[in-house]
């Protein structure tokens, strides 16, 4: 099974968000694709309770007993992570992971604020024989504004560069709000959105 961990140690940078919709992504795409929440305020299991029958299936977490477990013949499980985590928690999540992506908010602050944990990532990923690899998704983007033009700058400075960067629109919103993705509606209606999600597609190679 191809496990993808959404992961930042900080809070509010869009990680429910990219978890749904990459989850919203391989079910249209006909993969059987669980949806895994460990984040205290359970926003990926709230938005996979509004989502409306008839679209392609997303699974959640099956009970075995006291203990969750992802469904058997699940072929991708997309792994939406608290913020804070650290340790031992942190350690499993890139065991397990084939792919890890850092969602991060457009400003340098919040670049800055990520920068150790990606650091921490890269020395975790570097022990293992089959290294899971690391992409930063660069969320909620106010294309043209100097913050945005800072955060590409300091990344770059950092050696790093974002795999995809994603604008700042309502759309995530009102489709969230209504248990959808990108995938869910017509392509007309979010055209842009899914022009800049295919660099992040590529990237992650699930063909």
């Known amino acids: 099974m191809g496990v993808i961990v959404v992961a930042n140690s900080k ?18 795409q006909g993969r059987r694709v669980m949806l895994g929440d460990t984040d205290t305020q359970q926003s990926a299991r709230h ?11 997303i699974e959640g977490w099956e009970a075995d007993g006291d203990k969750l477990r992802s469904p058997k013949g699940a072929q991708h499980l997309v792994l939406d992570t608290p913020a804070g985590l650290h340790g031992k928690a942190l350690e499993q999540a890139v065991a397990v992971a084939r792919h890890i992506l850092v969602p ?14 990606v650091r921490q990532l890269e020395k975790l990923a570097g022990k293992r024989a089959q290294a899971p690899r690391i992409g930063l998704v660069v969320m909620r983007n106010k294309e043209g504004t100097q913050s945005s033009q800072q955060v590409q700058t300091f990344l770059a400075t950092a050696g790093l560069s974002p795999v995809a960067v994603l ?30 999600w295919q ?6 190679d699930l063909n």
Not at 47 to 52: A, G, I, K, S
Not at 106 to 117: E, G, H, I, K, V
């Open 11 to 28: 809070g509010g940078v869009g990680k429910s968000t990219l978890a749904s919709n990459l989850a919203g992504y391989l079910a249209r």
């Open 47 to 57: 938005w996979l309770e509004q989502r409306p029958e008839g679209l392609p299936d």
């Open 104 to 117: 991060l908010q457009p400003s340098p602050f919040d670049a800055q604020a990520s920068l150790p944990f």
């Open 167 to 196: 604008r700042d629109t309502q759309n995530y919103i009102h489709l969230a709000a209504r248990g959808l993705t990108l995938w869910d509606v017509a392509p007309s209606r979010v055209e842009r959105d899914l022009e800049q």
């Open 199 to 204: 660099p992040l597609l590529e990237w992650l």
